[in-house]
């Protein structure tokens, strides 16, 4: 018999892996797409996600393949690194967010042949790079074990492939999605710039990732005003397709970070002394409980920043890890990482900038200390320098809305102020705080539900982790990272403590070392002593591991499963155009009736209400749907409706005159009674919104339109001076 040639077997070895890994993701992917949804065929679900993944996903996949490529300016500081993919991929998404936010607050993301440029740069660097590729592997392979993460990266493309507003009921349908995540780079982009707005305290926040919407947005050519034909503009025009173009970004930052806690898993394992071969193995393994994870896929598949933060944040602990490198590259590595994942949201300085400053001096001799503290600080603070400059200039207060007592309130009020601090703080006992980790919350306005570590869509994460810190403290190899992992588990735990108001979702950080102690212990096992006795002992290991998995994978398809009443994928074929009313303009008057009688008041007045007629909110903080010229507030900030009360008094009817007399007047109001009482009741209102004073004066002086009973919303046209009662 004649033996194959080598290049052949080669091939041969490949190939088969590969075609079973694409036929696994093809499965996986048709799995999820074909859950229930409305009256649709499975098939149908399976194409209309199909055709939304590549009509949105093109733009963020070429916002991450550039950033990819502008990782290369990092290349001095990773000459040494044997994880420089990775890093170059962190430092990729963090040069790009910079870079993103700066054009943003300059004003030059109006302009898109001025969005496309650093992409366009970022690709050249990209292919350059590829095109010198020599065998070199640098950490850039992604080994077998991977393919226990494909059903949860599955399901979270399927989920961002859902308009924002549908799914996820732990985050009431994404609400911060609503209200500022998608909403301020909607007003962003009508302004020409992205700058604070005094109606949303969110603008004021560092907003990087916000700033990376904008951009896409530049990219896809989004409307920055609507026209006569349709009043919607910027990302929700159209078909909406940009808003899915946003949750497909943040979803690509999920799979980076996976992807870079992978390699920190790696780092951990090879430091341990496991072979090359069992410590990339558990890197997959470690992906593979970040993505199976219900919580990664719930904020991973929104419109949030959760996810930027953590793929940059693993990227601060990896770059700690390079004890290649010389101090002050890893100072400046890490400082820099950390500045921008607090860019991207700030609690990050403390949920993940303390643990990756653990990891960079607990591996570090203590000779080396100032200089990485120094070289990091510096880096940390000139990262987000664009923020705290754009601030200061705006408001004075290059931080606000913190520190308010020390660098001034701004526009604000001292009332606002505590009304603020209150609102984002918790205000019980250490006891109470200790027992939330554990215990459902009975006091929750919104229902008796888990704020801690049970959670259900932690699912046996937390388990598995505790198990695997002392596993690795136990094992002689694997004590130092066990127990350096350990620390920043505590830490991460203890900060969350006493620092957050006590929200599951806010444990998300805790992703990064939970994984990576759970990929070194997994990786001890792989290459563990071929003994019988402990040969018997891994073997009951891994198929603890194994387990472990297959329990996440199923309570993440359960929890996407009872999404939208039972039928999660009910508007993949309608997408944001159900939701904003575009899809029914061409129906006719008796169809739109019966629409009316279904749909949310954003369809209704989509389509309805006078074109160029400002629609004054009250209660309802969340108008990402609805046409331009809404006026609108957050809870925190000053309404319209509340200075025009202050400044006339207890009379109902100097209101009305003065909100019809504005320039342009307001003549129409939209009142969510629903959140205005639980505004009140959570004792975050402005203490004028009385919902009582407020029903009482527009019964008195407006005229209802209609009312949706299951949201309670009423739509009311205010009574000019001859018109009757």
Not at 288 to 315: D, I, K, Q, R
Request: charged content about 15%; hydrophobic content about 50%.
């Amino acid at each position: 018999m004649t033996a194959q040639p080598r290049s052949t077997r080669i091939a041969t070895r490949i190939r088969l892996p590969a075609l079973g890994v694409v036929a696994l993701v093809i499965a996986s992917w048709m799995a999820a797409a074909a859950a229930p949804g409305g009256d649709e065929r499975a098939a149908t679900r399976m194409v209309a996600a199909g055709y939304t993944l590549l009509a949105g996903g093109m733009a963020p996949a070429i916002y991450l393949m550039a950033a990819l490529g502008l990782g290369r300016l990092a290349e001095p500081l990773l000459r040494r690194s044997r994880d420089r993919w990775a890093l170059q991929l962190a430092c990729g998404i963090a040069v790009m967010l910079t870079v993103s936010q700066v054009m943003g607050v300059l004003g030059l993301l109006g302009s898109f042949v001025a969005a496309a440029t650093p992409i366009a740069v970022g690709l050249v660097l990209l292919a350059h790079q590829v095109s010198r590729l020599s065998g070199e592997r640098g950490g850039a392979s992604i080994p077998w074990t991977a393919v226990v993460a494909i059903p949860g990266a599955a399901v979270l493309l399927v989920a961002a492939c859902s308009p924002p507003g549908w799914l996820w009921g732990s985050e009431f349908g994404g609400y911060d999605a609503l209200s500022y995540h998608l909403q301020l780079p909607q007003e962003w982009i009508a302004a020409g710039r992205v700058w604070p707005i005094e109606h949303n305290v969110y603008s004021f926040l560092p907003g990087y990732v916000e700033s990376a919407f904008v951009h896409v947005g530049a990219l896809m050519r989004v409307p920055a005003h609507g026209s006569p034909g349709s009043p919607l503009h910027g990302l929700v025009a159209g078909e909406g397709i940009a808003l899915l173009s946003c949750q497909f970004l943040h979803a690509g930052f999920t799979l980076a970070g996976a992807y870079i806690i992978a390699r920190l898993v790696v780092r951990a394992a090879i430091d341990s002394g496991c072979s090359e071969k069992a410590s990339s193995a558990a890197g997959g393994v470690g992906a593979g409980l970040v993505l199976l994870t219900p919580w990664t896929v719930v904020v991973g598949s929104l419109a949030y920043n959760e996810m930027a933060m953590v793929a940059l944040g693993a990227g601060a602990m990896l770059a700690a890890a390079q004890r290649a490198c010389s101090p002050t590259a890893r100072g400046l590595l890490t400082g820099a990482l950390v500045g921008v994942a607090c860019g991207a949201k700030p609690t990050a300085l403390v949920l993940l900038g303390a643990p990756a400053g653990l990891v960079l001096l607990g591996l570090s001799p203590r000779r080396e200390w100032a200089r990485l503290v120094l070289f990091g600080t510096l880096a940390g603070v000139l990262s987000l320098s664009p923020w705290m400059i754009r601030n200061a200039v705006a408001v004075g207060n290059p931080v606000f809305p913190y520190l308010t007592t020390v660098l001034g309130t701004a526009h604000w009020s001292g009332e606002q102020v505590a009304r603020y601090v209150a609102g984002h703080s918790f205000d019980g006992s250490i006891a109470d705080r200790v027992g939330l980790m554990f215990f459902a919350d009975q006091t929750d306005p919104a229902g008796v539900r888990h704020r801690g570590l049970m959670h259900a869509q932690w699912g046996v994460f937390f388990p598995a982790v505790l198990i695997a810190c002392v596993a690795a403290v136990a094992a002689r190899r694997t004590r130092r990272w066990g127990v350096l992992l350990a620390i920043v588990l505590g830490v991460q735990l203890l900060v969350w403590l006493t620092t957050t108001h006590i929200q599951s979702r806010f444990l998300v950080p805790m992703l990064v070392p939970g994984a990576a102690v759970f990929g070194l212990v997994c990786a001890m096992l792989m290459d563990g002593d071929r003994s019988a006795a402990r040969s018997a002992r891994r073997i009951v290991g891994l198929c603890a591991i194994g387990v472990c998995l297959l329990v996440q994978a199923g309570m993440l398809v359960a929890i996407f499963s009872g999404q939208g009443g039972g039928k999660p994928n009910a508007l993949l074929v309608g997408g944001p155009g159900a939701l904003s009313g575009e899809i029914f303009r061409t129906l006719g008057p008796g169809d739109r009736s019966r629409l009316y009688d279904q749909a949310g008041p954003a369809v209704f007045i989509n389509i309805e209400a006078p074109a160029g007629e400002p629609i004054l909110f009250i209660g309802e903080a969340a108008p990402l749907y609805y046409r331009f010229g809404i006026v609108y507030s957050t809870t925190w900030d000053r309404s319209m409706l509340a200075s025009v009360m202050r400044e006339h008094g207890d009379d109902p009817a100097a209101w009305t005159r003065a909100l019809r007399e504005r320039s342009p007047p307001i003549s129409y109001v939209l009142y969510d009674a629903n959140m205005t009482r639980v505004f009140r009741r959570s004792g975050t209102a402005d203490p004028v919104l009385d919902p009582g004073v407020i029903e009482g004066w527009l019964d008195g002086h407006a005229r209802l339109i209609r009312s949706w009973a299951e949201s309670d919303h009423h739509l009311f046209e205010l009574r000019g001076p001859g018109d009757e009662p």
